[in-house]
């Protein structure tokens, strides 16, 4: 299984971004997909992760409490892709963004089978 994160980049306070985690391989619909961000120093953090129902409206979707009613994860099954819309974003925010798959719903990390390179996000004015 492959996994590519991308949109990364460099946003001012208030901007916003979308980041892509595309797959390669396997259907992401069979999995599990979580957002996690890391910077020097400090433990991986769950961001957000969304299972797949029969029709996107039933998906099921969990957010670290530090980016509700921010960020919004969503999936395209045409394109097998999982993208992570992110707004209003604060200098908190930065680091580097990583998508994974597993089986497991949730935001430990460990619970996560597969991982792609993840993408940096720098958020300053």
């Known amino acids: 299984l492959q996994l590519q994160a991308s949109g990364g980049g460099l946003v001012q306070p208030g901007g916003s971004l979308r980041l892509s985690c595309a797959a390669s391989k396997f259907t992401l619909d069979n999995h599990v997909i979580g957002w996690f961000r890391q910077v020097p120093g400090k433990e991986r953090e769950g961001v957000s992760c969304?299972?797949?129902?029969?029709?996107?409206?039933?998906?099921?979707?969990v957010y670290a409490d530090s980016v509700k009613g921010r960020f919004t994860i969503s999936r395209d099954v045409a394109k097998n892709q999982v993208y992570l819309q992110m707004n209003s974003l604060k200098p908190e925010d930065t680091g580097v963004y990583f998508c994974?798959?597993?089986?497991?719903?949730?935001?430990?990390?460990?619970?996560?089978?597969?991982w792609g390179q993840g993408t940096l996000v720098t958020v300053s004015s």
């Open positions: 969304i299972r797949s129902s029969v029709d996107s409206a039933s998906d099921m979707r």
């Open positions: 994974a798959a597993g089986q497991y719903f949730g935001l430990v990390s460990d619970r996560y089978d597969y």
